[in-house]
């Protein structure tokens, strides 16, 4: 069944260099939840692969920096497919070449960026997953506290809240 949002939300996620794999696992269920939703023009996708090697190097001899960049991409390409328009995709990359960014810096910047344009900002991170049904019970929720008059909360799927 599919689900037609009434808000419009933004997932932002901060990618270092060595999430690289379980980032592909997020892309994986993050398409999964986004293929119960009709209308995916309310969804933004707002991305930061993080290759500074301030504090940790890429070790080369396990992976390539160009293969760190292709799957990054890749991830991309797989919300295209599942319908996300380039539109509503912002991907960037921080290098060595870039002050130290960091999550809260990411975090920070969606913020400003999103406040404005969607009423959710999910901060999204490579070593979890949204429940499938994580958009319905957020609309659910919203539905609700609209009735109510509450505006301003905040909800967590995890048991370690930050």
Do not use: W
Not at 111 to 125: Q, T
Request: proline share 1%; charged share 25%.
């Amino acid at each position: 069944m599919k689900t037609t949002l009434t808000k419009k939300y933004c997932i932002t996620t901060h990618v270092m260099f060595y999430e690289i794999e379980m980032y592909k696992e997020y892309i994986a269920g993050l398409c999964n939840v986004l293929e119960t939703i009709e209308n995916k023009e309310n969804i933004y996708i707002d991305l930061c692969l993080n290759m500074q090697e301030y504090l940790e190097l890429i070790d080369t001899t396990k992976i390539s920096k160009h293969d760190i960049r292709s799957i990054f991409q890749k991830g991309i390409s797989e919300l295209h497919e599942v319908g996300i328009s380039v539109d509503n995709i912002t991907a960037i990359t921080v290098d060595n070449n870039q002050p130290m960014y960091f999550h809260t810096d990411s975090r920070r910047n969606a913020n400003y960026k999103y406040c404005n344009l969607v009423d959710y900002v999910i901060f999204g991170e490579t070593d979890s997953f949204m429940p499938h049904e994580g958009l319905q019970a957020i609309e659910t929720l919203a539905q609700y506290n609209d009735s109510q008059n509450i505006h301003r909360y905040i909800m967590s799927f995890a048991d370690r809240k930050m």
